[in-house]
């Protein structure tokens, strides 16, 4: 059965840095698109990154666009996160889930449709 676990969450002051992972079972990461989410207190899950299967193509969106870096290594079948700059409203539960394409991956069910524990993030002084 296909399961996603993320890790790597914790407590970091504004400015620091997380990587956060998305281990995958039961599954070929390299078959599928990942996409990464996070949802804030009070707030809906909103799509933050995504690697597609298409090699070389990923997906900000526009608030970590040249804080975060989301790649792959299809030996660990793991996905990653790395969050830099972090700033207070990054702040939050991060899931990562598996898609065909990146193309509209925020609007989206994921494959399965199922969602993982998360991993927390919390940015502050």
């Not at 296909?2 to 840095?17: I, K």
């Not at 975060?68 to 830099?84: C, E, G, P």
Request: aromatic share 12%; with cysteine.
């Amino acid at each position: 059965q296909p399961l996603l676990v993320e890790s790597g969450g914790g407590l970091v002051q504004p400015g620091g840095s997380l990587t956060l992972s998305c281990a995958a079972s039961g599954f070929t990461i390299e078959n599928y698109s990942i996409g990464w989410f996070r949802q804030a207190p009070g707030k809906e899950r909103e799509g933050v990154a995504c690697i597609s299967v298409e090699e070389g193509r990923v997906d900000y969106e526009d608030s970590v666009q040249g804080r975060f870096v989301i790649s792959r290594d299809n030996a660990k079948n793991t996905v990653y996160l790395q969050m830099n700059s972090l700033k207070s409203e990054d702040t939050g539960t991060y899931y990562c889930n598996r898609y065909y394409f990146c193309s509209g991956y925020r609007s989206r069910p994921p494959l399965g449709g199922a969602w993982g524990e998360g991993t927390q993030v919390t940015v502050s002084s």
